[in-house]
């Protein structure tokens, strides 16, 4: 005799009423990316992990909130010790666990003297871009607390460093969504982590205040097209880490710099005809992208990035 559906579903209720608790959801997921690269994405927030005998380099560390699970996950893929941490900007959204990451860490020597230094408590080296360094500590107040600043910070659009058996380029982009924003590009195992630069879900992000320019972004985008490759019919190759969102490959960088480069002209043109901002916002140039990247609420809305883009065009 066929069991009726009641009873498979007073069964169900059953199994699902006496079945343990579920663990929750872990925030931070871990993806094998190419070579000895792995992304780390979270919630608000995408971090790079390269792995190796000399230990683990890390770009970005994410919000304060998830440092214990941002080191659990790097745990889990090596017992080395974290060696670097690369800044691709100050946000706190990349920057909020430096303190935390980077006390966990140990510094080595440069050149070609691998042992460590003499005292192992200073954590690992933290790399950015020496705005990044001046925004952090400026003030009578500064914006994150001395530990969580860059101990070494370079001038001028590359820093290249060896590690891993691997070239790793740390690549400033001047006044784009920051004036102090770069990328990281892992050259052998082609792989590049972009920071906020490029991102999945949203407008880029525009900061004004430290030197955000929407041309800068462009030219950030631009310049992770010239790096990626494609591999087959335009997908695959090149792989890129966004600052937030998922994995992506050129195409998807394609699309993301064609939708910014279109709404700029639009700003644009509005302005050269005499609109002013209220105008342009009524006037909607971002509509038909609006489904995908849009946002009426949070910290970063479709208006605020009309806005930025604007203002930075009026400069």
């Given at each position: 005799m066929r069991r009726s559906s009641v009873g498979a579903i007073c069964i169900s209720l059953f199994v699902a009423a006496t079945a343990p608790a579920q663990t929750q959801e872990p925030r931070l997921h871990v993806l094998p990316v190419q070579g000895d690269v792995y992304m780390i994405a979270g919630p608000n927030a995408n971090a790079a992990v390269q792995v190796g005998d000399q230990g683990v380099l890390v770009v970005d560390t994410m919000p304060a909130a998830l440092s214990d699970e941002f080191l659990a996950a790097i745990a889990k893929l090596s017992d080395k010790p974290i060696r670097y941490i690369v800044n691709t900007s100050f946000l706190p959204e990349y920057t909020g666990g430096n303190e935390r990451v980077r006390k966990a860490g140990v510094t080595i020597t440069g050149?070609?003297?691998?042992?460590?230094?003499?005292?192992?408590?200073?954590?690992?080296?933290?790399?950015?871009?020496?705005?990044v360094l001046d925004t952090m500590s400026a003030g009578k107040t500064p914006l994150r607390p001395?530990?969580?600043?860059p101990t070494d910070a370079f001038v001028g659009l590359r820093k290249a460093i060896y590690f891993n058996g691997e070239p790793v380029e740390v690549l400033h982009i001047p006044d784009s969504t920051t004036d102090g924003s770069s990328m990281v590009w892992f050259r052998r195992a082609d792989v590049v982590s972009t920071g906020a630069i490029f991102v999945t879900d949203a407008y880029p992000f525009i900061d004004l205040e430290h030197g955000g320019n929407i041309n800068g972004v462009l030219d950030g985008l631009n310049r992770i097209l010239e790096i990626t490759v494609p591999s087959h019919e335009e997908e695959g190759g090149t792989l890129v880490i966004p600052g937030r969102g998922?994995?992506?490959?050129?195409?998807?960088?394609?699309?993301?710099?064609?939708?910014?480069?279109?709404?700029?002209?639009?700003?644009r043109n509005m302005i050269a005809k005499g609109m002013t901002l209220e105008q342009v916002k009524q006037a909607k140039p971002t509509f038909e992208y609006d489904r995908e990247y849009g946002r009426t609420t949070g910290p970063w809305t479709t208006d605020m990035f009309v806005e930025a883009v604007y203002k930075s065009l009026k400069k």
């Open positions: 050149a070609n003297v691998a042992r460590d230094i003499g005292d192992a408590a200073l954590g690992s080296a933290l790399l950015a871009h020496e705005s001395a530990g969580a600043w998922r994995l992506c490959d050129e195409a998807d960088v394609v699309t993301y710099r064609d939708m910014i480069a279109v709404i700029r002209n639009r700003i």
